[in-house]
């Protein structure tokens, strides 16, 4: 029916690797926690007592971790051997046990957990920039789902306005990589995969008409990539201002369009049809 997705012993090899330092690197990157903020900002005004979780492409567990912490039950989910182990030892040490369930399996194959329900589905961080096809996930939700259930996606879009900054240097190639149709090549810890990037309109018609969008926001409009340290360790007050400009614009139309990643909700009503 969709394209199947090729990419997924790459993104294990990758992301397997990446899991040993993911944690540390998050650590000494102020606008990872930062970023992370705004994202459960977004979300926990829309998470009920007693919600159970599915989270998609967990990593190792940061966010499963945060929302146990809260009382919310979570089904993390995840592709790769490495992050699968960290989350698991972290639950362990945590003692989570009761409030965390690990389940090792790629997005695209949530059929395996057709037999259980959940109240939120969650995917931070462009875990899904990794599948071809959105509809290879999003077509599993209604069948995972209570009725008013809600889904946060975390996606990174095509326009990224401090990526297509770097036209200023001449590095076109790399201001423009994400409006590659077939993918742009990613190196993670040595390992190239493709990645694909998606725009708020593709993921609401990969969410379909049983799904209402309730909240979308841009995640680094102003504030710039995580990945740009030097300018962030050199600009601290710079930074902080653009964090401002973020919190003004960023859940307004035409801002809530682009970014490094966007933020959208959307709620699934087995009977609403969208316009
Ligand atoms: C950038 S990390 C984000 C991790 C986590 N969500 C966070 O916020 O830190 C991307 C994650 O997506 C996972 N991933 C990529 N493709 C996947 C797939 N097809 N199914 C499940 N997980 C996948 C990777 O293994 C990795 O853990």
């Given amino acids: 029916m969709f394209p199947i997705n090729q990419n997924s012993e790459k993104v294990n090899l990758a992301f397997t690797k990446q899991s040993e330092i993911y944690d540390e690197y998050e650590k000494s990157n102020p606008l990872l926690s930062w970023m992370r903020q705004q994202v459960y900002d977004a979300v926990l005004p829309h998470l009920k007592k ?124 790399f201001a423009f990589r994400r409006f590659d149709k077939s993918g742009a090549n990613a190196n993670v810890e040595g390992v190239s995969f493709k990645t694909y990037y998606f725009s708020a309109n593709e993921i609401k018609l990969a969410l379909g008409s049983k799904f209402r969008i309730i909240h979308k926001q841009a995640l680094g409009l102003f504030t710039p990539i995580p990945q740009m340290e030097n300018f962030i360790n050199k600009h601290e007050r710079l930074i902080k201002l653009f964090q401002k400009f973020d919190k003004v614009f960023s859940k307004h139309f035409p801002f809530n369009l682009v970014g490094d990643h966007l933020i959208l909700i959307a709620e699934y009503k087995s009977t609403i049809k969208q316009k």
């Fill in 50 to 173: 007693g919600s159970k979780i599915l989270e998609l492409n967990s990593g190792t567990g940061t966010d499963a971790i945060f929302f146990a912490k809260l009382g919310f039950d979570v089904l993390c989910t995840d592709l790769s051997d490495g992050m699968i182990k960290k989350i698991s030892d972290k639950i362990k040490n945590e003692n989570l046990q009761n409030l965390i369930k690990v389940f090792q399996c790629s997005y695209t194959e949530l059929d395996k957990l057709y037999n259980e329900k959940f109240d939120f589905i969650f995917s931070n961080f462009g875990g899904l920039n990794c599948v071809s096809d959105l509809r290879l996930v999003t077509t599993h939700f209604p069948k995972l789902f209570n009725d008013g259930g809600k889904v946060c996606l975390v996606i990174m879009p095509p326009v990224c306005p401090w990526e297509i900054l770097q036209l200023l240097k001449g590095n076109f190639k």
